[in-house]
């Protein structure tokens, strides 16, 4: 041993020395011999398997050698090996090498110790120890093997699809143009060929390539849609595929503007609106605004297949060709929603740059709504762009997010909109001091009518009741979603025309309107039905065409029933412009106004 060095026990090497002494008795080799035996029946076939997840070191055969004697066991000094009196049987180490049972390297800090070298076991020995070393080979897990694939992100796979029918029939469809080349015109016939609506033809142009050079062959219209075919298995993945940028895997506000302009200029309910250029920028914004107000949930401006999927709006895409009357589709599409939406804007911008800063949203609808309220919308909470934070402004886009959800505040969408408003530290619950802080002013504005208003505690009691949050003294989004008099809570807080509305009414009498079964209209349809006979009225009463027509104005009830663009059948404007570029956010007008009458 060199000098300095301390000489230490190894314990695991005392335990082979002491097992390889208890497997060299004969008592020993008689219980191992009546074990291979019931081992060996076919019967008992598994409990061999159980043997060999027996703890201990795993011993394998090694052929016995005629000329090797066993060593007597050693001191931890003596590295040399000397006869020892008797002969043993005993089994080799797990090396697969016949000869003594030498252990393999280890990192130890002493000498290493030799274990009793005995002599090799007999062959009814062997044989368990072979069954031993087989059965504990590790086997691959079974279970991964069964689990069926549950993910589909493009859609779940159909063997219904026959690709090559689908083609045969698409190049059918192109061999009667000029040349095997479609135009725009053409495609309508070509998303028929495809089994799409009819309005996916603009998607479908712009998926192969037509915008760039106004025609598509039909090679490339085949390659790309047999591409679709194979890589996207649902309708909303092959939406997302037709319209996204090269690169992407969601739909942001710019790829919408093809699809819709083709509506746009083709549409028969919206065939008086060609004479009208200038607003077509308008209304394809809204259409925008109103399908990521809707669709996207998650408010990231990203519209993914998972959304797509989950929403009606490729429901309502189908319906544009079924449906003439364009002001029918109100999810989306209604020409009617949005001349009431721009009109309101109109009011509003008074210097008609297309944007309005706080002192003019807060004239909204007589100044209903709080100041509070008001700094909250250009706080950033719920705007984007940077308009606001640079110029304290916001854009005619951010103006339809903010109509729909003050009007109808029932809908998912709206109650996230008001709650990021109210919920001031951003820590998802509103708490007793956001409450009051908002309340503050309604009772200001209460005296100020000399109106008595309700201490803050009975208010507080009352919209806890009304809410029931599951957490004492915090109210949370899922529980105000929960709730179905959400508008009667938010109004409380930051609306004081329609907090005394809800105040006249008794409460029982509001929870059966929000329960009424049947195909009722939405708040908001309700009320841009009833504003859209307001602005008729007024054009009528008014003379602002002075072309003679008179508008047939029919009561609120049939007008539900049955919508009916009255400006349809006449100009839009008397000397439209030429077609800009659509923005989303920011409006680039000069010193032309565009009134909305």
């Keep these: 041993m060199p000098p300095g060095k301390v000489l230490q026990p190894v314990l695991k090497m005392k335990v082979d020395e002491l097992f390889l002494c208890w497997l060299s008795e004969s008592s020993t080799q008689a219980m191992l011999r009546d074990c291979l035996r019931r081992i060996?029946?076919?019967?008992?076939?598994e409990r061999g398997a159980g043997d060999a997840e027996l703890p201990g070191p795993r011993l394998a055969a090694a052929a016995p050698d005629p000329a090797w004697r066993p060593r007597e066991c050693e001191g931890p000094g003596a590295p040399g090996p000397t006869p020892a009196p008797t002969a043993l049987p005993v089994g080799a180490a797990s090396s697969a090498?016949?000869?003594?049972?030498?252990?393999?390297?280890?990192?130890?800090?002493?000498?290493?110790?030799?274990?009793?070298?005995?002599?090799?076991?007999?062959?009814?020995?062997?044989?368990?120890?072979?069954?031993?070393?087989?059965?504990?080979?590790?086997?691959?897990?079974?279970?991964?093997?069964?689990?069926?694939?549950?993910?589909?992100?493009?859609?779940?796979?159909?063997?219904?699809?026959?690709?090559?029918?689908?083609?045969?029939?698409?190049?059918?469809t192109f061999a009667q143009f000029p040349h095997e080349r479609a135009t725009m015109e053409d495609m309508g016939r070509?998303?028929?060929?495809?089994?799409?609506?009819?309005?996916?033809?603009?998607?479908?142009?712009?998926?192969?390539?037509?915008e760039r050079t106004g025609s598509v062959s039909v090679h490339k219209f085949v390659a790309m849609w047999r591409k679709v075919l194979q890589n996207c298995h649902d309708d909303a993945a092959k939406f997302v595929h037709l319209l996204v940028s090269p690169g992407c895997s969601y739909l942001v506000q710019e790829d919408f503007v093809p699809f819709l302009q083709d509506v746009v200029n083709t549409h028969p309910g919206l065939a008086f609106l060609k004479e009208a250029a200038e607003?077509?920028?308008?209304?394809?914004?809204?259409?925008?605004?109103?399908?990521?107000?809707?669709?996207?949930?998650?408010?990231?401006?990203?519209?993914t297949c998972a959304e797509l999927r989950r929403s009606t709006f490729l429901q309502n895409v189908a319906l544009l060709e079924e449906e003439a009357d364009i002001n029918q589709l109100t999810e989306f599409f209604s020409y009617e929603h949005f001349y009431v939406i721009y009109c309101k804007f109109w009011e509003l911008d008074t210097d008609h740059d297309l944007l309005i800063d706080a002192q003019d949203l807060a004239r909204h609808n007589d100044h209903a709504i709080s100041t509070k309220m008001i700094d909250r919308i250009f706080s950033g909470a719920v705007t984007r762009g940077k308009k606001v934070q640079k110029e304290g402004k916001i854009s005619y886009a951010d103006f339809v997010w903010f109509l729909i959800s003050e009007e109808d505040k029932k809908t998912p969408t709206s109650i996230e909109y008001w709650f990021r408003c109210m919920d001031l530290d951003g820590d998802g619950a509103l708490s007793m001091f956001?409450?009051?802080?908002?309340?503050?002013?309604?009772?200001?504005?209460?005296?100020?009518?000399?109106?008595?208003?309700?201490?803050?505690?009975?208010?507080?009691?009352?919209?806890?009741?009304?809410?029931?949050?599951?957490?004492e003294?915090?109210?949370?989004?899922?529980?105000?979603?929960?709730?179905?008099?959400?508008?009667?809570?938010?109004?409380?807080?930051?609306?004081?025309e329609k907090y005394l509305d809800h105040e006249q009414k008794e409460q029982a009498s509001l929870?059966?309107?929000?329960?009424?079964?049947?195909?009722?209209?939405?708040?908001?349809?309700?009320?841009?039905?009833?504003?859209?006979?307001?602005?008729?009225?007024?054009?009528?009463?008014?003379?602002?065409?002075?072309?003679?027509?008179?508008?047939?104005?029919?009561?609120?009830?049939?007008?539900?029933?049955?919508?009916?663009?009255?400006?349809?059948?006449?100009?839009?404007?008397?000397?439209?412009?030429?077609?800009?570029?659509?923005?989303?956010?920011?409006?680039?007008c000069g010193g032309d106004d565009l009134p909305p009458s």
């Excluded at 915090?474 to 609306?495: E, G, P, S, Y």
């Excluded at 349809?568 to 800009?580: D, I, K, N």
């Design 434 to 471: 956001e409450l009051e802080y908002f309340y503050e002013e309604q009772c200001r504005r209460l005296d100020s009518m000399a109106i008595e208003a309700l201490p803050f505690e009975d208010c507080l009691c009352q919209m806890l009741d009304l809410v029931k949050p599951q957490t």
């Design 279 to 303: 607003f077509h920028s308008r209304y394809i914004t809204t259409v925008i605004q109103r399908i990521f107000y809707t669709v996207n949930r998650s408010w990231s401006g990203r519209i």
């Design 97 to 172: 090498r016949s000869g003594p049972p030498v252990r393999g390297p280890r990192r130890s800090g002493g000498t290493r110790v030799d274990p009793v070298d005995c002599s090799p076991p007999d062959s009814s020995v062997r044989g368990i120890l072979q069954v031993q070393t087989r059965k504990e080979e590790p086997l691959p897990p079974a279970a991964s093997r069964s689990v069926p694939t549950f993910y589909f992100p493009h859609g779940r796979p159909q063997d219904t699809v026959n690709v090559d029918a689908v083609i045969a029939k698409i190049e059918r």
């Design 473 to 496: 003294g915090r109210i949370t989004l899922q529980d105000l979603k929960r709730c179905k008099l959400a508008n009667v809570f938010f109004d409380t807080f930051f609306n004081i």
């Design 511 to 588: 929870l059966r309107e929000s329960e009424s079964e049947g195909p009722e209209l939405s708040d908001w349809e309700r009320f841009a039905a009833e504003e859209y006979d307001i602005l008729v009225a007024e054009e009528a009463a008014g003379d602002p065409w002075e072309d003679g027509y008179e508008a047939e104005l029919s009561p609120v009830e049939q007008k539900l029933s049955a919508l009916r663009s009255p400006l349809a059948q006449r100009p839009f404007l008397e000397a439209p412009g030429g077609l800009g570029t659509v923005e989303l956010y920011e409006y680039e």
């Design 40 to 45: 060996q029946v076919p019967a008992r076939a």
């Design 190 to 210: 070509v998303a028929k060929a495809c089994g799409c609506p009819l309005y996916w033809k603009g998607p479908l142009f712009c998926g192969a390539g037509g």
